[in-house]
């Protein structure tokens, strides 16, 4: 039998293994070019679950459990990779739902509505991936007939090590780098990570943890790590303690009262049963926490503390009291402010980008809010949430401007308290031909529809650098050769980037060009931008406009925008 506390400790266990094997992880992708690799990834996604985890008392249930870890997975979920982790283990919290302890059929139940949810979320699953590794885990389980919970764990973990190391003969680009998949292997990080604990160790540690990731290994360990010059009370931004028990009404969605919690506090832990939902937060505004929540329902067992003066008291108690004050007080502000729906306002915008110069662009262009973050930053659903309910508008159009970054985005609907609609742009020029085509007189159909026909006409060349050697494609690179990319795909590599950039932009050119974007990155000059654009309205047909466009993102030497 499986209790709360020892799933609770599994879950912090797979955490942190996979944090301990993030950098083996990313060195498995395949693509040479820098970006938001799968470890990381997945490894910052169920590493919001354990921030939540190591707040729950020993005598929660594995439906507290597994419900904590389902919703801070979703909300912090970072990639493809992290959104599909996040669904698998939502699968959990579904078949755990009500539950104080689980048996062996429990978690052939979980893993079986977790796979059956990551499927339906990808539009065309791919065999050979991480959904692949989960998929066969899941159907030796359920075939096996083992009553034994640590048994079933041990086979569950024996089956996904074997479709692992199958990957590459279903992927042929993961045979011939001779690699395995790297979704797969982080999963098997988090699977193995909690079957030390099922089979009696120890919770294991982060090795060389963040400073963030302090305070959890100290929670779970009951040791100090915080130096007594980490922080002053005047450091305490979000400073009362505030915690209760909203008595639902019919309908309250738990989870659009933790996205507001989350967008005016930090610290947020929100359990919900059947009748209540029991809310903790650490916020600079107990008052509008309070007149918030109560449209979800009565409000009892109100505890409101004051975290200035229990600092002040605690700096009394010793050094190791201050460590632990600190560490529970320190907060970020949050970039987005909440913003209630205006009811004349209709619709409003999210982009996400990075670099000053795209920025500006967006919001140039009727964009309210600008996530940062791109190819090797992908924003958290939460982040995306958190600038979507900044905005003030009925509907938010959201453009994640990735490919990386849709799926993210569309969690993001089940969380905000507002309509979301995300045109699955793919690229940054994709992105800015959406929002000229926006149209405030037409109906939101015909807004998506007209601006993602829009987008889809244009084509998108980036100029970056190889950040690994590889053998892609048939072709021999190496780190830090110029890599030229056409709508996703490697057309080119080269020594110069002004020369890889030029020929690219020519090579873009079809009849019908009309229009040639060049989007200077950060690492160029000023001077090398203007060279480059002028060799580029040079070699492509007289009749096409060439402008330029200082875009100060990061990764791309250039990104070109061909219409």
């Known amino acids: 039998m499986i209790t709360g506390v020892l799933l609770r400790n599994c879950l912090i266990s797979g955490a942190n293994n996979l944090y301990n094997q993030r950098a083996k992880v990313d060195e498995l992708n395949v693509f040479p070019v820098p970006d938001g690799d799968t470890g990381t990834n997945m490894s910052m996604t169920i590493g919001a679950a354990r921030d939540e985890l190591v707040n729950l008392s020993d005598d929660c249930t594995v439906a507290d459990a597994s419900k904590v870890a389902a919703s801070a997975m979703l909300r912090g979920a970072r990639g493809n990779s992290g959104v599909i982790s996040s669904l698998l283990f939502r699968g959990f ?41 989960a998929r066969v885990a899941s159907e030796e389980a359920a075939k096996s007939g083992e009553t034994d919970p640590v048994a079933l764990w041990a086979l569950v973990c024996d089956a996904a090590q074997r479709a692992l190391d199958n990957t590459p003969e279903q992927l042929p680009v993961l045979k011939k780098a001779g690699v395995v998949d790297a979704g797969g292997q982080g999963l098997m990080c988090i699977f193995t990570g909690m079957l030390h604990v099922l089979r009696g160790g120890d919770v294991i540690e982060c090795e060389d943890a963040p400073a963030k990731s302090a305070k959890l290994d100290s929670a779970a360990s009951g040791k100090g790590v915080f130096s007594d010059d980490l922080m002053k009370v005047e450091d305490i931004k979000n400073g009362y303690c505030t915690q209760f028990l909203v008595n639902k009404d019919e309908g309250a969605s738990s989870e659009k009262l933790r996205a507001f919690l989350e967008s005016n506090g930090d610290s947020v832990v929100v359990i919900e049963d059947d009748e209540v939902i029991n809310c903790h937060v650490h916020t600079a505004d107990p008052g509008k926490i309070l007149s918030h929540a109560i449209g979800y329902g009565y409000l009892t067992n109100f ?156 084509a998108t060349g980036l100029i970056t650098f190889a950040a690994r050697d590889s053998d892609f494609d048939g072709r021999k690179i190496k780190k830090g050769e110029i890599l030229a990319l056409e709508n996703g795909k490697l057309v080119a590599t080269g020594s110069d980037i002004t020369k890889t950039t030029y020929r690219l932009a020519r090579s873009m050119c079809k009849k019908d060009t009309s229009f040639i974007t060049v989007i200077s990155g950060a690492d160029v000059s000023e001077e090398d931008a203007n060279r480059t654009t002028e060799l580029v309205r040079a070699k492509c047909p007289g009749n096409i406009e060439v402008t330029q466009l200082s875009g100060g993102q990061p990764v791309y030497y250039y990104i070109i925008s061909v219409e």
């Open 303 to 458: 505890k409101i503390e004051n975290m200035h003066e229990q600092f002040l008291a605690r700096q009394k108690q010793g050094a190791g009291l201050k460590k632990q004050a600190a560490a529970e007080a320190a907060s970020p502000e949050s970039e987005f402010p909440y913003a209630a729906v205006d009811p004349e306002r209709e619709y409003g915008f999210v982009a996400v980008c990075a670099g000053d110069g795209l920025r500006a662009v967006f919001a140039d262009l009727g964009a309210d809010a600008v996530v940062s973050g791109g190819q090797t930053m992908n924003p958290a659903t939460a982040d995306i949430v958190a600038a979507v309910q900044s905005v003030p508008a009925k509907t938010v159009f959201v453009l994640p401007n990735n490919k990386n970054i849709i799926m993210a985005a569309e969690q993001a609907k089940g969380i905000a308290d507002r309509a979301i609609v995300v045109l699955p742009t793919r690229t940054i020029p994709q992105g800015i031909t959406a929002m000229l085509n926006f149209d405030p007189e037409a109906s939101e159909d015909d807004n998506t529809i007209n601006m993602m026909q829009a987008a889809e006409r244009v």
């Open 93 to 133: 919290s579904k078949a755990l739902a009500g539950k104080k302890s689980a048996e062996a059929a429990d978690l052939v139940a979980a893993l079986t509505m977790g796979v059956e949810g990551a499927y339906k979320a990808v539009m065309k699953p791919t065999e050979g991936t991480m959904l692949t590794v």
